[in-house]
T-cell receptor, first 114, second 115 residues
């Protein structure tokens, strides 16, 4: 059973398009995250939701919009894609929103913008 | 502000040799500390974590880490490396109970294992 799943695994699209990445966790966790990992493997937090409430909103372009229909799902929509958006996007979840709880990561979505 | 430093970008060891990956953190109190491993094309998997108690923490796959408050370090060790340990390793500091709820990750150390 997959704990944190993401779809699609690969996404190749052209500049200017709009795309979405979906994430689902079946762990019963309250908090979910989106990270961007660049080509140098640096992990940057983008957003976090706790029980459908946005609790982290880092300085990302407003072309990126997260949506959490329920606490098991956190989707990422990207408008007007740019070359610099090419990266691997990871979804993660944790039981609580602070403290010693580890994060569980999805397998990642490799986005390539041409 | 919290920060995590992994001084070594790349490390190469021979199979069977011992391994130590360095991690230094900056934080005013005792942090929550984590080590994750990322195999090629995969997501991150937790190796071990520390938040209190015994400063030597055992994890999965034969890894351990030692928390040293005086050195602000949380180094990862393995006595004998296997070829399957080749991966990217990330040290992270967990969110504070009164902070920004963010996990802060180091820049990672890529481990290469020679046969």
């Amino acid at each position: 059973d997959t704990a944190v799943s993401q779809t699609p695994k690969y996404l190749v699209t052209q500049m200017g398009n709009d795309k979405s990445i979906k994430c689902e966790q079946n762990l019963g966790h309250d908090t979910m995250y989106w990270y961007k990992q660049d080509s140098k493997k640096f992990l940057k937090i983008m957003f976090s939701y706790n029980n459908k409430e946005l609790i982290i909103n880092e300085t990302v372009p407003n072309r990126f919009s997260p949506k959490s229909p329920d606490k098991a799902h956190l989707n990422l929509h990207i408008n007007s894609l740019e070359l610099g958006d090419s990266a691997v996007y990871f979804c993660a979840s944790s039981l609580l929103r602070g403290g010693a709880d580890e994060q569980y990561f999805g397998p990642g979505t490799r986005l390539t913008v041409t | 502000a919290q920060s995590v430093t992994q001084p070594d970008i790349h490390i190469t060891v021979s199979e069977g040799a011992s391994l130590e990956l360095r991690c230094n953190y900056s934080y005013g109190a005792t942090p929550y500390l984590f080590w994750y491993v990322q195999s090629p094309g995969q997501g991150l998997q937790l190796l071990l974590k520390y938040f209190s108690g015994d400063t030597l923490v055992q994890g999965i796959k034969g890894f351990e880490a030692e928390f040293k408050r005086s050195q602000s370090s949380f180094n990862l060790r393995k006595p004998s490396v296997h070829w399957s340990d080749a991966a990217e390793y990330f040290c992270a500091v967990g969110p504070t109970t009164s902070g920004t709820y963010k996990y802060i990750f180091g820049t990672g150390t890529r481990l290469k294992v020679l046969a």
